[in-house]
């Protein structure tokens, strides 16, 4: 039975922490990405610093903090409604691909055009059909005909 070596040696160990310092040291000259427009997180983290570093003998005014809440909670729901709506777009673009399914189909592919039956589609952000066993972009379908 061969034993498995564990250890690494000092040259190993030495290549494994300038690994480490130099990915580390990204993460802190490059941090985080910055971005023109405040997200949901940006604007909890702002709702909490304003809440702690208010004064104590002057505290935020109940109308103020309902507002700031409610403005939050909009935002949630706006992101919300987002994501769902990209996952029916999705889910209405991958069922036009299925209903061309068994139908000829006229594809404009730069200065030629090919023409063949629908003969498989794929789904998601952008579906493509099958044509004559090659996959084509939705977009590139000129004309579809009832067979």
């Given amino acids: 039975m061969e034993l498995l070596n564990t250890q690494m040696s000092a040259g190993e160990r030495t290549a494994v922490e300038n690994a480490v310092n130099t990915y580390n040291k990204t993460l802190v000259y490059e941090g985080r990405k910055t971005s023109n427009e405040l997200g949901k997180d940006d604007f909890l983290k702002l ?14 005014e109940d109308t103020q903090f309902i507002s700031q809440m409610a403005q939050f909670s909009s935002l949630e729901q706006m992101t919300n409604m987002s994501t769902s709506f990209s996952k029916m777009a999705d889910f209405l673009n991958s069922q036009e691909a299925a209903g061309t399914l068994g139908k000829t189909v006229e594809l404009d592919i730069g200065d030629t055009t090919v023409q063949g039956i629908v003969e498989g589609a794929t789904r998601g952000e952008n579906p493509q059909v099958m044509v004559n066993g090659m996959y084509y972009s939705m977009d590139k379908i000129k ?5």
Avoid: F, K, R, V
């Fill in 143 to 147: 004309a579809i005909y009832a067979n």
């Fill in 47 to 60: 709702l909490i610093t304003q809440l702690s570093n208010q004064d104590p003998t002057s505290p935020m």
